[in-house]
């Protein structure tokens, strides 16, 4: 046999092992210490009482013999399919039910989408970036170009007309920077992608955040995105999921090139490699948009939303420049006195006992930036909003 | 975007949507016809009461913020790990946990674990064969040599030495003949394997079928095989989890090539492009493995294996030939007097009302054969018995 020698060019990656020894060898030296956790990328919040109780029904249907579910489709039911559809009606956008394909999560897909496509296309993400995009086509063995997202352009970066690229990554609200892409940005990057016949990967799991009306929280919102996008969504953030693993892929039926079409193709693949998400889990899913479920969502939601109010509030307070904070549970600031972002996570660990995700983790641009997240304890976000304005004030 | 072109490589299989349509017409032109279903390959009986027990008790753990669990480990949690070590343990079986990966199922599995080999390796299939282990190196673009299976060798193929292959699919007991591998048969191919430096990708996902004793029900029983092989196990025929998704692959740590190791080549593909399988299927899944819950799967696979067994002596009486019956969930019999297996098809449709899957839906040595399967509701099974022998008689 003959190995794929593509994994031997992905970077490994310490960044959270790292973090983690670093406190974990500050609690032992200080031991008490109230060390309070901003960096966490999971939520923290139970799964929602509707989603419990749909559950609990799928689990008697799987226990009598009448009601029993075995194989799927693998593209997902029907009825979950259809809430999905009518969750994008109810912002007027006119999905087919077969664009929509039940996933396990968006992380799976944004991987194995790329099976669709020819290792000779170049790959385009934005530095700072989420690694899987650069790792899963650096396994295929794809070239991959970096665009800047910097401080200039407010960690959105737009089209560059001189640079050719097939694939684009986007991802709005922003993982790490929470950036969001008003309407204009996004069609910019449509309509370059429609003119380079290239592919939007557009991953919108965090568009739950996203509470301003103006913003565009698909990239289905956009004229022109049906023929050159796809996206990527997840019940994780939206509906506590992280543990539980759902999600969806939109593949349009008008997505086309070299007289193949794009989501026959998905069809094909989802049904040589994939066997469906367990069928209690979609039951889970659909109960998320009964009108019972958008309300108790919307709860948690407005949880870790005001912890990221708190945490924005308080940079507003202390002059730091950052991305996020609204329409978004990240928050992405500018390390003070031009503080390395190591540096800066050494300085809040000793000072304030505050734990965050160092920018440079994520790319070279993130190098004088620090992540904080909004999925932490309410309580314990307020003291860690506390202690940044007394260390930094 | 350049396109996957591989994918109009990958033939179109009508096999059972033909047999769909078949079988509708033949109703619509026959109201009323005592249709019975040989062909189902979906387990029929429902979730053990211990898995659905463990199930809605971590459904409770998911419902309260103190015992919620987000992300989990990407290959599977320790307690179910842990279990499947003891399973082989009682095999004598010595596994490291590291080893043991916890997966949606054995077919997403058997495709994604493509991802570690180089395209350039020959891939050598059984034929008849599952369509997966094809269609899945189709679409990478590998080049795929079929060895025959056929009534001369009992359809279990042992290597032939002229033919240099780098990946060979073994399933045992096979789908779609039923046939089962005996310990020399394995070791021939272990020692294939390790001559020409090949990887076995052994697909068991039907050893809670074997009885005998004396048959090996993974490959790791045979010396030699953590070198050169990789299983895939499924709790989808074990413990009827076809609609709730869980599987198990092993990837040896002595499993190295070009100074790699497939074991840590496999965490690194898992944790890039895939998230865990839900926490409540994998507590459903580990509830298997107690005594309470080995003794309820064990009625359950006791009711498909008497379904085999009236199939089998059936086949017996009437002195046809035929693989599987035994230690298989599958029967995979010769057609009489020569006839074709669509032939076969409408005639047992036409004259008995049975519904089987003809054997040239799996390659063309499967052309004179045909497939029941035991997973169908004890009387009707009986109920086919009694019209086989009186057609066939």
Request: glycine share 8%; hydrophobic share 40%.
């Amino acid at each position: 046999m003959n190995l794929n020698t593509n994994f031997q060019n992905i970077a490994d990656s310490y960044l959270f092992s790292t973090i983690a020894h670093k406190v974990a060898a500050f609690g032992e030296s200080h031991p008490g210490a109230p060390i309070i956790r901003l960096g966490i990328g999971d939520v923290t919040l139970p799964l929602a009482p509707v989603v419990i109780e749909a559950m609990q029904q799928a689990l008697c249907e799987m226990s009598v013999q009448k009601s029993f579910k075995g194989y799927g489709p693998e593209q997902g039911y029907l009825f979950l399919k259809e809430a999905i559809h009518n969750y994008y009606g109810e912002r007027k956008i006119c999905l087919n039910v077969d664009e929509i394909f039940i996933s396990d999560g968006a992380k799976s897909d944004l991987g194995n989408i790329l099976d669709l496509f020819s290792v000779d296309n170049t790959v385009l993400v934005p530095d700072p970036v989420y690694p899987v995009y650069v790792d899963t086509n650096t396994m295929a063995g794809r070239k991959i170009l970096f665009m800047d997202a910097n401080e200039d352009n407010g960690f959105l970066p737009l089209p560059d007309p001189s640079i050719k690229a097939d694939v684009i990554y986007l991802c709005s609200p922003n993982n790490p920077t929470g950036a969001v892409y008003d309407r204009a940005g996004l069609k910019a990057w449509v309509d370059y992608a429609n003119e380079n016949h290239a592919v939007i990967l557009f991953d919108a799991a965090y568009e739950c955040f996203i509470e301003d009306e103006n913003l565009p929280r698909s990239i289905f919102e956009i004229e022109g995105a049906q023929t050159c996008a796809i996206e990527f969504c997840s019940f994780s953030k939206m509906a506590g999921f992280t543990g539980t693993r759902c999600g969806w892929t939109i593949v349009p039926l008008a997505l086309q090139s070299e007289g193949m079409s794009l989501n026959k193709m998905w069809l094909r693949r989802q049904t040589t490699k994939f066997n469906g998400v367990p069928y209690v889990v979609q039951k889970g899913a659909a109960a998320v948009f009964s009108a019972q479920g958008q309300r108790q969502i919307e709860e948690s939601l407005a949880y870790y939303k005001e912890n990221a109010q708190v945490l924005a509030r308080t940079l507003d307070e202390l002059g730091i420049w950052y991305t996020g904070g609204k329409n978004s549970p990240y928050l992405w600031l500018k390390c003070p006195n031009d503080m390395d972002s190591w540096d800066f996570f050494d300085y809040l660990l000793e000072k304030a006992n505050l734990v965050g995700t160092p920018g440079a983790g994520f790319g070279k641009n993130g190098n004088k930036f620090f992540r904080l997240t909004a999925f932490g304890d309410k309580a314990a976000t307020r003291e860690a909003a506390g202690r940044l304005k007394k260390l930094l004030g």
